[in-house]
């Protein structure tokens, strides 16, 4: 954890009166900040980023000079236990009010929002009181982790327990979880190979899209705020796309460029509109009407009005107003009304 630098002498001394802390014989300790450890004083130097340990400071009160132990600079987070509680030393400050903490077997799993930075304090309760550990950091940038075992899953957000509060659903090997409180969607990777009691982290997918599918071979899967909505919708192909029809929610979607991209990866899922019933293409003056994410074809009628086409399906007893009809013959998706 600690070594004594070829290239700098690192010295102190205290008294009742206070300390002064000297590097290459150059009283520095006006540019320092401290933080104790049991009996024990570290010192942290912002110019060399670098901490420095005073070993037993409180019993050293007597004036004499003696040599700082240098932690070492590549060591971010420092960590050390006092019983139950502990300190979490990050650039000479305690930074243990800041953290959220959970108990994960023999570690504790515990995040800095501020830093965004995910890390562990291993096996906490067989260390040693006021013995400075190096903390294992899991990520800079990651706020969600889960791990699996054959009795179920465990998912943390910044460092939170959210388990239970979560939408999920099986996307071939992986996962596809949606968390409400915070409108986010996250992808657990081939979390069916992995249920192995190991900590991983999460995709995050998005914080504002809620839709999501993967296709292959066999079909398509469609998943909406951590919900697998496919045996709800009907579908139709576009091109080389495939519009999804969501009947409970009225939600129209399109899986786009579907048929090069059946390969179980996910993918957003493009929500057309959520009010739009039908839609229409033509091309050479053959007309595709969609209603429902269903064509058109039985019991309709149709009448030219200028520049639109005017089309009454028998079936739904609705009448539909292609606006447009006679210039848009380029085989484009649009709304009716539209």
Known sequence: MFFKSKK????WKASDAGFHFYLDDEDIGHS??????????????PE?????LLKNYSASLDGKTREAEIVKESENILWSRNGDNFYIIQDGKNIATEITQ??????????????????????????????LQKAEILSDSASVFWMGNDTGMLILMEGKNISTEIQW??????????YP??????QMTDYYKNKDGKLRPGKILSNFETSFWAGNSKGFRIIEKGINITAETVNIQVDNSLLIYHEKTNTTYMLQDFFNKRDDKIHPAKVLSKTIEAYWMAKDGKLKLIYHGKILSKGVTTQVMGNDLAVMSAEHGIMFQIVGYKQHQDGKLRPVGG
């Open 48 to 52: 060399k980023n670098t901490l420095y």
């Open 102 to 131: 959970i108990l994960v077997g023999e570690d504790v799993f515990m995040y800095h929002k501020s830093s965004k930075t995910t890390f562990l304090l291993k096996s906490f309760h067989k260390a040693e009181n006021f013995e």
């Open 181 to 186: 409180p915070s409108n986010i969607t996250f």
């Open 8 to 11: 700098e002498k690192a010295t």
């Open 32 to 45: 320092t900040t401290n933080i104790f450890n049991g009996r024990d004083l570290l010192i942290y130097y």
């Open 169 to 178: 659903a099986q996307s071939a090997n992986s996962i596809i979880a949606y």
